[in-house]
Structures are given as C-alpha cells and as structure tokens.
C-alpha cells in the first residue's frame, strides 16, 4: 500500500475517532472506496449500535451494527418491509426514481408476492441444476485460466472475475455468450451513481437500462411463445405469478437477478486473490492443502462481504436498544459491520481458513430475503480455486487494487496480478 493511502486512512481513523457519537456517519462512499470507513464500525458496535444519521446526501436513517441486532430486524419481514426498497439510496436518485418510476423486483416485496415471485425462479439454482451447472463452470474457468499471460502484469477484475460470473449468469438467463460483457455492464450501470462507473449523467443512465430491458423485452417474447424452458426468462415468462408481470416489475427483477448473480461472485473472487497475498501465511495453509478450498471460499465472503449492507423500512413502531425506531423510518443493516462483531464471530479482523465455523457469516442475509442463488456463489469460487491451484503455484498482487466508489458494493474496479509461472 503506498505512503498516501497509509497516511489518508491513518488520518480517517484519528477524525472519525475525535468525532461525538452522533456525528458518526457510515454512509461515505469515498471511505469505502479508500478501505478507509472500518473505524466506523468500530466506534458503532462499541458505543451506539442502533445509530440515528440525518445526512445530507441520504437522508435520515437508522444503521444497526450489531450481529444479533441484524439478525433480529433481518428475520422480522412484518416490522421491517423490503417495499421500498433494499440499498440506502441518494436523496438525489430517489428523487429520480419518482420521475422514472420505480422497479420494483421480488427481494423489494414482502409476502406473499415475495415468496411466489422467488418460488418461479428458485429451480435454477436447486441442486439439481448446480450439478449440471457444475462441469460447465469448470470447462470455463479452465479456458479462462489457460488464457492468462504468465510474466506479464494484468487485471484480474477483466479477466477473470468478470469474464467466469458473466459466463455463468448469461447461462442462467440463456443470453447469447458472445454478448455476455453486457451483464456485467449492465450491473456497473445499476449499481454506481453517475459520476462513477460507465456513466456520466442520470439520463445516460436512463438510456443505457431501457436498453437492457428492452434487449430483454426481446427475449421475453421469444420464450413466453415458446415451450417452457430452464433459463429465468423462460421461468419468468411461464411461471403463474410473473407470467403477467408489468414491464416495470420485469425490469426490477432483471436488475435483482443480474447484480446478485454479478457481484457477489465476482467481487469474491478478485477479494480471495486480494486476501490470500495479503495473509500469506494463509496462501500457504492453502498450497499445503487444497482441500480448504471451500472453507477459504466461506472466509472469504465472510471477509469480503460484497454487499456491505441490505435497507428495510419500519411499518411500524419499533424499539431496539432502548431507542424507538418509527413507522416510516429506513433501517440499515450493515452487513460488512456484523461480520466484524468479536460477540458472534471469534477474531473476526483475523482472515482465517481454516475457521471452525466458516459459514457462520451474514454476507448472504437472514430470514426470507436471504440471498437465493448463495451456493452457486460457491460453487463458483470453489471451483475457479480448484482450477487455479491445478495451474499456478502463485498469483501475485502487482500494486493495490481500485475499489468501488458505493456505500452498497464493496467490490473491486480493477486488481494488478502478475502470475509468475505455471505449474
């Protein structure tokens, strides 16, 4: 990490430590982007773990810290309604989507809409389609991994983490292949503001998305005419409670089903590289035995947590803590925060492999909203470190990767690697 970044984050620590209490506020991009915002939480989960902030770019919220705090308001879908949306959002891009419409999807729904909705698309990722999933996903990697330059620095955003859940999620939505770049595009477009990411202004934005429902409107009509088949538009277009689905709500569960099979994995798989090099003695457990792949992978999206945070809204009066959370108000639940708490994960600043409980992380969420394609996010990681282990002894970071400009993705814009050598 150079100087600048050290003296930046040193620098953030001492101001968020000298603030009062109330002045604290999580929902600074700029410090996700710098790796900069953990003292945040720190001071949250010690001193205010229920904490109220009225900014001026969001808006007022409450942020729960805690790992049972989250837990408690993540299991209560009567208290804490998904309806209004699932991320903290601008006042300014709330403001635009009252102009556009809003788009709502089936994790923005509570029941019983939510679980009907869930219930159509939910066979892709059975167990039963993982195993043919399985091979594919393999054949994949293999290819993208035989293709890497050895000696030569590159991205592994680029070339790998995208290109393999690009792959995978165009699958998913049987959409042609040679196409498959639009989806991650796609879901940079969603989920960064303009400014950041490949959009300059709301109304490029805006064009760029009825594009993509439009390419999907496409492919609607084709399979609703058709017989039924396994892909999500298919499922969709057939299944009794979307079949009549508004173009709005289509376009809502697009974007749900393209940035949760995008991000998740994909910012996983650059944070498992980014982890192993800076824990090296755990890259070495790893090389001792591969068979700690899959508790490395439950680490690391522990450690990661790719979505920093999920966002309900009081239907009612609620108390939590001693404070009263009111009808109406939005609650954060910060993920990236509960799966720092040392009450329910032992050592949790510590990246470990070979944990006891691996699995034992929020990253995926709670109760009926909990993330439904999380053991293909697995699958995939296991098996791009199957193969990975198969070709290179090491990959090494080249320089400090570029992070996501949100308070909602915590991902990785690029990640310099040089693969020294093959096996």
Known sequence: MHDGMVDFKAETRAQIMGLPIAEVDPAQPRLFAADAFWPIFERLR?????????????????????????????????????????????????A???????????????P????????????????????????????????ILDSLPIGVEFDWVEHVSKDLTAMTLATLFDFPQEDRGLLPYWSDVMTNSP???????????????????????????????????????????????????E???????????IIGGNDTTRNTISGSVYALNKHPGEYAKLK???????????ETIRW???????????????????KTIRKGDRVVMWYVSGNRDASAVHDPETYCIDRERPRHHMSFGFGIHRCVGN???????????????????????????????????KGYETLPVVIPTRT
């Open 46 to 94: 010690a001193e205010d773990p229920v904490h109220f902030t009225d900014s001026a770019t969001y808006g007022p919220f409450w942020s729960i810290a805690l790992w049972d705090d989250i837990m408690a308001v993540d299991s209560n879908h009567q208290v804490f309604s998904s309806a209004d949306g699932i991320a903290l959002s601008t006042l300014e891009a709330k």
């Open 96 to 110: 635009e989507n009252e102009k556009r419409g809003t788009r709502p999807s089936f994790i923005s729904m509570d």
């Open 112 to 143: 019983p809409r939510h679980d009907e909705q869930r219930k159509t698309v939910s066979p892709v990722v059975a167990p039963s389609n993982l195993q043919v999933m399985g091979p594919l996903i393999r054949e994949r990697a293999g290819k």
């Open 195 to 245: 400014g950041h990411g490949p959009v300059e202004s709301w109304e490029q934005k805006r064009e760029v998305l009825d594009q993509m429902v439009g390419r999907f409107v496409g492919l609607w009509n084709e399979r609703v005419n058709a017989p039924p088949g396994g892909d999500l538009i298919s499922m969709l277009a057939h299944g009794q409670s979307t079949r009549n689905m």
């Open 247 to 257: 173009r709005a709500e289509y376009a809502g569960n697009l974007g749900l089903l």
């Open 288 to 298: 001792a035995d591969p068979s700690l792949i899959p508790s490395m992978v439950s």
């Open 304 to 322: 990661q947590t790719p979505l920093t945070h999920m966002m309900r809204t009081a239907t009612q009066d609620f108390e939590l803590r001693g």
């Open 375 to 409: 053991r293909l996010a697995e699958l995939q990681l296991t098996i791009i470190w199957e193969e990975i282990m198969k070709r290179f002894p090491t990959i090494e970071l080249a320089g400090e990767p570029t992070r996501t400009h949100s308070i909602f993705i």
